[in-house]
Structure formats: structure tokens, C-alpha cells
């Protein structure tokens, strides 16, 4: 049976990893990707994003940098995202040793640049990241988020469902949805507009913004009226923090009757 | 033993190879990547790699002047790892293709998954292996094991195969196979962890060594 997948999520700057991981002090290098990643990839966890915020052109290599040497060491799945505006930027990413790519500001400015990479590279490594935050007093039809760009200062507009069917008909693979309003909050996934998405397109969605205990992630993970029907939960400071654990969120949602992919050792 | 087992890993331009190469090596094997046919009729092993399009993938590969030197290499018994298009490679074709032959090596026709509430296209992520009958690539496995996919089309049960391990999304299929001396995976193996690791050990230790720890 197909399972649930837990996906911590590392932002890089300069090629190291920014904000405090403090899970992770007892390493000499707690800003370095490969320490960071083989420590989650013993945890077991179904896949790694990085996420780079770097705004300079050397910063941009030292990414290419961090792909090819966490691909080199970590037998899992691995996504890199963060200011890909171009067929060519998946070229790097993907030669450099990612597996999918994420695009999120530059798919909006641009919504060919899915179709083109899906096209060259295929849809599996295409991943439509959508910043979404509800609009004030909702909206008449129903339709009740938009989609922001520029690390969501900026709103465009643009209709969350209509954006993630867009996106689908585009050719991308996966969506991955952060819904602002809960980001950052550990109040919980906003289970309602990823419920929205899920049921807007036949991609796996990934939940990302708000997980903040173990039950946040059972909602938005299972069916039903009241949950998220994601397919994928992405969290960043629960994990670096040490809040939780990998194990500990999969042995909590196995327990809660979800499937997940078991602790496993060779014989 | 003193000698590494080797592999020839195919780079023929259809996906990224270092990921596989590296894999192969944690498991114990001396890698060479080529891109030139010459070198596989001298090689011991081969591994095929595949990513993206089926047509494109098998555009590739006759491109590239594998196809005639890997179906005598095949056919002469040398064994071979095809790894998830290079798995579906060695059928007669696949729905994604019509028209497009594949190596013909096992008989049978790659199909598409459909679509249904509940279930999405491409299969992407962790699901379970169940072994059926002695496949080299899973011996003394504990199973349930989990391995990475990332697919939209599937090698049917109906193809006949001497072993391997099921796998079910919506319907039962074959996500590794042995068949003589042709072994295949449909998951990622370099992608999945102790899984595949296990698994790339074990086409080492009974596929090449014959058995040898």
C-alpha cells in the first residue's frame, strides 16, 4: 500500500543551512547539508526538500554544489526549489543529482515554464509549490484563497484551485501547498484548503505551513469530511527544533491507523 | 574475494546516473558508467537506468548503438539490471509508446495506471514489496519492505516472469522481476534507502558472486 510520506524541509543559504537547528546541536556542523540530511535520512524520513533562499549568483552555485553532494551520500528522494525561473535551472538541479525541482514565483510569471520542464524532463520532477493565503471575507464563488508570489508579499490575484488545475493541465507532477495564514503558527495544516486542492486535481499534494503536533499531522493526512486528504506532510521547525521526530510522527500515525513506511533493517 | 564484482552502467543520456553509480558502489560493486557501446560486449554486468518518456528513453538508447549490444549480451546470458523505464525497456512495448518497440526480452506489454478516486497518476512514493517465488534481487529479505516509486506505467502480472515481487496500487503488478539472467526493479533503488541498498546487495551476492557473501 502506497504511504504517507513525512518530508522535513531545509532552507539553504549560501549553501548552508539558515535558521537555528537545534535538534541538531550535538553535531560539530549543524549548518552543513550533508550532516543534516544523512541525520533525517537515518530517521527514516520519506524525503528531503532544500529550499534555497540565496539571492546572489555564487550562492545560487553553491547550491548546485549542495545537490550533487547530498545525492552523492543519501539514498533518498531529494527536491531543491527556490529561484528556478528557467528550463535551464532544472537542467542544473536535476545534473547536479536532485530528483524533482520545485517552482513556485516563476511558474506564475511565466506558466509555461511547467509545460516546457515537464516536456524536457517529465512530470514527475516538477513540482508546482503555490503560496495561497484566503482571501479577506472569502469570495462569492466559493473560491476561497489566492495565490502570492515573492515569499507571499506579494498577492496576485490568481485563484488557488484554478492555479493548482492550471498547473495540472501543464504538466506538473505534484503540488506542494503552503497555506500562509498557517505558516509558522504550529496551529495546524489549514485542512480546509488543502482539502480544497486535493480534490481540484489528481496530483499527490504535498500539506506544507502550521504542523505543530502529532494530531496536526493525522488531519491533514487522512480522508473524510474533516481531514486534508494530503498525501505528503512538509515541516521544517518541528523537526529542526526537536519537537518531534520522524519516527515519532510515523509510529503516532500508524498507531491512528494511517500508512506509513516502517522503521526496516536488513536481516 | 579479492576482485570487486563490476557493472557497466548505460549513460545514454536518459536520466541522471551518478545517484544509481553511487548506489551500486555502496553495495559493493565496481562501477564503470559508459556511454559507448564498445564497452558492453566485454562487460560482466550491465545495469540499465531509464527516466522519462518511454519512446524517448528507447529513442535514446538505439542512439546511443545500445540496442543490438545489449540484446546479444542479454541473450548470451550476461546479467542484467534494468532499473524502472530500464525495466520496462525489456518488454515487447509499452502503452505509453504504441508503435515503439521495446528489446523484446520478456514478452508482454507495459500498461498505464488508471486514474480513479483515490488513486493518483504517477505513483509517487513508499509502498510495499511481496515476494513471489526465489527472486535473486529479494533472497532472505524481511518483508514487508518499502521502496521508492515514482511511475506511470506498470509491468502487468500476466507477463511471466520465473520470480519477483509484487506490488499493488489499484491493481497487483511486478515492481522487481527475475527471468534467467534478466532481473529488474520498477521502484528506485538508489532512492530507497536500506531497501534498495539490500536489494543492490543482493544482485551482487547472488546474481554476480553466485551466492559468495
Redesign the interface.
Known amino acids: 500500500m502506497l504511504t504517507k510520506r513525512i518530508i522535513p524541509c531545509l532552507d539553504v543559504q549560501n549553501g548552508r543551512v539558515v535558521k537555528n537547528v537545534r535538534f541538531f546541536e550535538d553535531h560539530r556542523d549543524a549548518g552543513d547539508p550533508l550532516t543534516l540530511a544523512q541525520a533525517y535520512e537515518a530517521q527514516q524520513a520519506d524525503e528531503l526538500v532544500f529550499y534555497d533562499i540565496t539571492a546572489t549568483h555564487e550562492g545560487r552555485h553553491l547550491m548546485l554544489d549542495v545537490a550533487a553532494r547530498v545525492a552523492e551520500q543519501v539514498m533518498m528522494p531529494l527536491t531543491v526549489g527556490g529561484g528556478v525561473n528557467a528550463v535551464a535551472d532544472f537542467r542544473q538541479l536535476l545534473l547536479a543529482g536532485a530528483d524533482k525541482i520545485s517552482v513556485n514565483s516563476g511558474a506564475v510569471r511565466r506558466p509555461d515554464l511547467i509545460r516546457e520542464a515537464s516536456e524536457h524532463f517529465g512530470a514527475q520532477c516538477v513540482v508546482l509549490s503555490i503560496d495561497a493565503k484566503r482571501r479577506p471575507g472569502g469570495h462569492p464563488d466559493g473560491a476561497g484563497w489566492t495565490v502570492h508570489v515573492g515569499g507571499g508579499r506579494q498577492d496576485t490575484g490568481l485563484d488557488l484551485l484554478a492555479w493548482a488545475e492550471q498547473g495540472q493541465r501543464l504538466g506538473a507532477g505534484e503540488i506542494c501547498l503552503n497555506v500562509m495564514d498557517a505558516d509558522g503558527t504550529r496551529a495546524g495544516f489549514d485542512l480546509e484548503a488543502t482539502r480544497a486542492v486535493a480534490r481540484a486535481v489528481d496530483l499527490p499534494v504535498i500539506a506544507s505551513g502550521g504542523a505543530g503536533q502529532l494530531a496536526d499531522f493525522r488531519d491533514v493526512l487522512r480522508g473524510g469530511d474533516a481531514g486534508g486528504h494530503a498525501d505528503a506532510a512538509l515541516a521544517a521547525s518541528v523537526f529542526h527544533f526537536g519537537d518531534l521526530t520522524v519516527p515519532q510522527v510515523k509510529a503516532y500515525l500508524k498507531a491512528e491507523g494511517l500508512p506509513v513506511r516502517p522503521d526496516w533493517r536488513d536481516a | 574475494m579479492t576482485v570487486k564484482s563490476e557493472v557497466l552502467l548505460l549513460d545514454y543520456g536518459a536520466g ?1 546516473v ?2 544509481a553509480a ?2 551500486l558502489e ?1 553495495a559493493g560493486m565496481t562501477v564503470r558508467v559508459s556511454g559507448d557501446p564498445a564497452d558492453v560486449p566485454h562487460a560482466p554486468a550491465l545495469v540499465v537506468p531509464g ?3 518511454f519512446r524517448q528513453v528507447m529513442e535514446a538508447f538505439d542512439r546511443h548503438g545500445f540496442h543490438g549490444p545489449v540484446m546479444d549480451a542479454a541473450q548470451g546470458g550476461v546479467p542484467l539490471l534494468g532499473i524502472c523505464v530500464g525495466m520496462q525497456m525489456l518488454l515487447s512495448g509499452s502503452e505509453e509508446a504504441p508503435g515503439t518497440p521495446g528489446l523484446g526480452l520478456i514478452p508482454g506489454t507495459v500498461r498505464r495506471f488508471e ?1 480513479a478516486p ?1 488513486q ?9 514489496l511481496d515476494k513471489v517465488g526465489d527472486s535473486p534481487l529479494l533472497r ?3 518483508c ?3 521502496a ?4 506511470s506505467y506498470y509491468v502487468p502480472l500476466d507477463v511471466e516472469v520465473d520470480a519477483g515481487a509484487l506490488t ?2 489499484g491493481v497487483p503488478f511486478w515492481s522487481a522481476l527475475s527471468q534467467a539472467n534478466l532481473h529488474a526493479a520498477q521502484f ?1 533503488p ?9 536489494i543492490l ?1 543482493r544482485f551482487r551476492r547472488y546474481v554476480l558472486e553466485g551466492g559468495a557473501a
Open positions: 541522471n551518478r545517484s553511487r548506489a555502496r527516466q522519462g518518456h486514474v483515490g493518483k497518476v504517477p505513483q509517487m512514493g513508499w509502498n510495499s532472505d529479505l524481511a514487508p519492505a518499502y521508492y516509486f515514482v511511475h499493488e496500487y528506485h538508489e532512492k530507497s534507502g536500506a531497501v534498495g541498498l539490500a546487495t
